[in-house]
């Protein structure tokens, strides 16, 4: 779905087969609380020791060498003030047309300005404020209302010398969340707090202000270096035999260590706190994306914007302790070599940069290695940027599951499968093993792959968390959510807070023992995810110190993201776990006015709608979704059931037929209409439904259960004998399988 989907709705449509006795659960009943609009409160990050900001020019003196490099550098120039110096572009009454808004770009007493369509489609004129980055593209902010401020959606492509639109394959409306006058173009919301020095939003919930702030306005020496008053008072009055004040990011950082501190602005991620402070873990201050589609391929591969971090962690590369400075200069950003230069300061060249191991011309683009390892794709209309996972090509999964692969995206006049058998002809028909297999494996529908991934240490913790919160999408057995317990003890924190949030998605009550250890977790992300859990069972920690503290930084992370349509979302969800059902439907109401194609806050909305009976709105919510996302299976799937719900079987089934035949595969929609389709007295198609399912889920005790009915409604004694046989195995002491196969004998 747009955004990242949340695991906080569930079916409250039962399809009750009465005859058999099969029932769907309905949505679990949220415990009640006192109806207190949420509101801001303070924050609760840590002062960065004694140390302030001083400025790039305190460093200077001490660090020339480093001051020149970073010059001029895209971290000089993520922003500037806009003037005849900074601006690269056109200003010269030029104009630009595209889906039939048209931006004219002028001069007029010495400042620059751009005259196009508002959040209403009329017309005005804008000041450009600041410039925002310099190369491939640069873009421009103008000044809004109440301290906001907003990148146009048109930016310069600085190598063409040509205005261009930042998204052409999409039909956006005027105030649209991803236009530039909405919520993902603001600059306080989006950008900032990558873009300058010492950031912070400073933004009021209650009344929709900014008053956002920096030290220095583009990415300053103190930017990664932290704040360095107390490094530049040490030297200035150096004191015999005193330790220096170590700074936040130094020359001697072990891999991890840089690349967690790098990954504060070169990872796609949510922020938690309202401040970076310097210390603590990147997950203290940030929660990454996971390996989900869209943001990435099914398989890890970037697809939309990761920004590195995401794609880096799942390499080989990463895991035998390279780290970003070992390819880029760390002040001026540019790679170290060029070329096949590069990779071979540490694989052997006479190995690798070789015609026998690529099998291109040598100094052809064939026989670059990153075009095999490193394939890339634009972003922002003209920014190409390489995918950080140095994986090796894999046809054989574009076959089997359709993924991207870089031969293919080479050779486009070849298959696949003519791909594939080069690679196997050349290397061998076994490949190294890889996450990817299970995880591709998972979405097919083999939970039990997505568990191995899970549960080996060995594969990426990115890659596992994903796998985790894959698996607990799917209906778990009792056992099977017992075994999740061991993963709140992972070493990994992604892992572990994957598990809470496991948890809670399951609404599985009976945790308490297990998880309120994890409210004192030494990494913040861990201690929110607790105290999310603990909200949404209803449990009453009115009386825990640490649900206490631990709350505070979940109303931050709150307050952070309220200028988000997200972080309405957010709030939707808490005000449903405390039972305020009025105040839930207000915020993400507020969420689907922010953004448009917020469709799970649709999804939410229409559940909150369907309890107080608003049937009719509930409907058009979910004829919505799938109106702007048609291959989103859990959109048909609740419509189908509410179709059931109010009498209309012919909906009832059209909808549960397309939900069953959508992926990711959805175990319930194939469940739910066979149901149906026993309901209705098509006992044989519900037969072909179930087979079709228990060849992804052979084992299935419910899918094999309804099969059964089905088998023993149409007198198929053989056939019910086999498939009741088959449930006592998964089963041996289920008394009503035992009376069954006894009536079948």
Same mark, same amino acid.
């Given at each position: ?13 039962p ?19 006192k ?46 003030i806009?003037?005849?110096t ?7 009454n ?17 400042? /620059? ?8 489609g009329?017309y ?11 190369t491939?593209?640069?873009?421009y =902010?103008?000044? /809004? &209302?109440? +301290?906001?401020?907003q ?6 492509d600085? @190598? ?5 639109? #930042?998204?052409?394959n999409?039909?956006? !409306?005027?105030? @649209?969340w ?8 603001r ?11 010492? #950031? ?25 270096? +932290? ?15 005193a ?8 020359n001697?950082?072990?891999? $991890?260590?840089?690349?967690?501190k ?11 706190? $309202? ?12 929660? &990454? ?6 943001t ?13 971090y995401g794609?880096?962690?799942?390499s ?45 011309? &040598? ?42 692969n ?16 080069? =690679? ?17 494996? +998972?979405?097919?529908?083999?939970q ?10 060995k ?20 056992d099977?959510?017992?075994g999740l317990?061991r993963?709140l003890?992972? &070493? ?15 609404n ?14 030494p ?27 631990? *709350?505070?930084e /979940?109303f ?15 709030i ?5 776990t ?47 979704? =799938? ?17 059931? @719900? ?5 909906n009832?089934?059209?909808? #549960? ?9 959805n ?5 739910n209409?066979a149901?149906?389709?026993q309901? *209705?007295?098509m ?15 052979p084992?299935?005790?419910? #899918? ?10 149409? $007198?198929?004694?053989? !056939? ?6 088959k449930?006592i ?17």
């Amino acid at each position: 779905m747009h955004s990242h989907k949340s695991n906080n709705y569930k079916s409250p449509y039962p399809l009750n087969h009465l005859k058999n006795g099969i029932y769907i659960l309905c949505f679990v009943v949220i415990l009640g609380c006192k109806n207190k609009e949420y509101a801001p409160k303070t924050t609760v990050h840590k002062q960065t020791g004694h140390s302030t900001f001083v400025g790039k020019e305190a460093c200077i003196d001490c660090h020339q060498t480093e001051y020149t490099t970073w010059k001029d550098s895209h971290h000089d120039q993520a922003m500037k003030i806009a003037d005849s110096t900074t601006i690269l572009a056109d200003f010269n009454n030029t104009s630009f047309t595209f889906q039939g808004v048209t931006s004219k770009f002028f001069k007029k007493d010495g400042d /620059f300005y751009v005259n196009t369509a508002d959040e209403n489609g009329e017309y005005q004129d804008y000041k450009i404020i600041y410039t925002y980055g310099v190369t491939p593209l640069q873009q421009y =902010i103008v000044k /809004f &209302p109440n +301290g906001a401020y907003q990148c146009l959606i048109t930016a310069w492509d600085t @190598e063409k010398n040509l205005w261009f639109h #930042l998204q052409p394959n999409l039909e956006l !409306a005027h105030g @649209e969340w991803i236009n530039w006058t909405g919520g993902a173009m603001r600059w306080n919301t989006a950008c900032a707090d990558c873009h300058s020095t010492n #950031l912070e939003k400073n933004y009021n919930s209650t009344n929709n202000v900014y008053n956002t702030t920096y030290s220095e306005i583009n990415v300053s020496c103190e930017a990664c270096h +932290g704040p360095a008053s107390s490094h530049v008072e040490f030297y200035e009055n150096p004191i015999e035999g005193a330790t220096p004040p170590k700074l936040y990011m130094s020359n001697n950082e072990t891999s $991890k260590d840089l690349v967690q501190k790098c990954a504060r602005c070169h990872s796609r991620r949510g922020q938690i706190t $309202k401040k970076f402070d310097y210390e603590g873990h990147f997950l203290d201050h940030y929660t &990454p994306s996971l390996y989900t589609y869209p943001t990435y391929e099914l398989d890890g591969q970037i697809k939309d914007e990761d920004y590195v971090y995401g794609s880096f962690v799942q390499s080989k590369m990463y895991h035998s302790g390279v780290k970003c400075t070992d390819c880029h200069d760390a002040h001026s950003l540019q790679l170290k070599q060029t070329g096949n230069n590069l990779c071979v300061t540490c694989h052997v060249a006479d190995t690798y940069d070789s015609s026998s191991h690529h099998y291109h011309q &040598p100094n052809t683009e064939g026989a670059q290695c990153i075009n095999c390892h490193m394939t890339g794709r634009f972003y922002m209309g003209n920014d190409f940027r390489r995918d950080h996972s140095f994986r090796n090509p894999r046809p054989d999964q574009t076959v089997k599951y359709g993924t991207p692969n870089a031969c293919n995206g080479c050779h486009e006049d070849k298959t696949p499968e003519w791909a594939s058998d080069f =690679i196997n002809s050349k290397y061998g028909t076994q490949r190294p093993d890889h996450f990817s297999n299970y995880l591709l494996a +998972g979405y097919e529908g083999n939970q039990n792959a997505f568990h191995t991934l899970i549960s080996e240490e060995k594969y990426p913790e990115i890659a596992r968390a994903t796998a985790l919160n894959q698996y607990t999408n799917n209906q778990l057995s009792p056992d099977e959510i017992n075994g999740l317990r061991r993963f709140l003890n992972d &070493p990994s924190i992604l892992v572990r807070n994957e598990a809470v949030r496991s948890f809670e998605k399951i609404n599985d009550q009976s945790r308490y023992a297990d998880i309120e250890p994890l409210l004192r977790d030494p990494v913040r992300l861990v201690r929110i995810s607790a105290v999310r859990y603990f909200n949404s069972i209803g449990a009453d920690m009115s009386n825990n110190n640490s649900y206490i503290e631990a *709350e505070k930084e /979940f109303f931050e992370q709150m307050d952070m993201d309220a200028d988000f349509a997200t972080g309405q979302h957010q709030i939707g969800i808490y005000h449903e776990t405390k039972g305020e059902i009025d105040l839930a439907i207000k915020a993400y109401r507020k969420a689907i006015k922010m953004d448009n194609w917020l469709n799970i806050s649709r999804m939410n909305l229409a559940l909150l709608l369907y309890k107080q009976g608003n049937t009719e709105e509930v409907i058009e919510l979910y004829l919505k979704v =799938i109106e702007q996302e048609p291959d989103y299976g859990d959109s048909y799937y609740m419509l189908g059931l509410l179709y059931n @719900e109010i009498g209309d079987s012919k909906n009832a089934l059209k909808y #549960l037929e397309i939900a069953s035949n959508k992926k990711p595969i959805n175990i319930r929609a194939f469940y739910n209409y066979a149901l149906k389709l026993q309901a *209705e007295n098509m006992n044989q198609k519900s037969i072909e439904v179930i087979n079709k399912a228990l060849s992804i889920f052979p084992d299935n005790e419910n #899918l094999l259960y309804v099969k059964l009915i089905a088998e023993m409604n149409l $007198k198929q004694h053989v !056939a019910a004998y086999n498939t009741c046989s088959k449930l006592i195995q998964l089963a041996p002491h289920n008394a009503n399988y035992q009376q069954i196969l006894q009536s079948l004998q």
